[in-house]
């Protein structure tokens, strides 16, 4: 036993001090986290209580796609970056148009 007490009476070989103190940020952020992550939980009961008990349709619809979009998350959007047949969205003289206004030319 007195092996043992010697062993963690050198210093920084107590496991319970072992690693490097958490800064108050990080402590402050996780405190932080875990009453969201609370709020968050009861936001979705109501979400839900409405969807079980509204009359209406389009409450219940509305509820339930926000309950998806929370639990799967938003569906991606489709975004175009080109214009039709694959050209620029902007015309490059207007483009450099602009550019030649803003900057002076080149």
């Known amino acids: 036993m007195s092996e043992i007490k010697d062993k963690y009476a050198q210093k920084g070989t107590n496991p319970k001090h072992a690693g490097r103190k958490p800064s108050a940020i990080t402590v402050l952020k996780r405190l ?3 009453e969201a992550g609370e709020e968050a939980e009861k936001s979705l009961a109501v979400v839900i ?3 079980n008990t ?6 219940k619809m509305a509820a339930a796609v926000e309950i998806m979009d ?8 489709k975004n175009e970056h ?3 047949d694959g050209k620029p969205l902007i015309p490059i003289e207007l483009f450099e148009a ?3 206004k803003a900057y002076g030319p080149s």
């Not at 509204?54 to 409450?59: L, V």
């Not at 929370?70 to 959007?77: E, L």
């Open 32 to 34: 932080a986290l875990e």
């Open 49 to 51: 209580k409405i969807r």
């Open 54 to 59: 509204a009359k209406s349709e389009k409450i």
């Open 70 to 77: 929370r639990v799967w998350g938003k569906s991606t959007q």
């Open 82 to 84: 080109t214009g039709k």
């Open 98 to 100: 602009a550019l030649n």
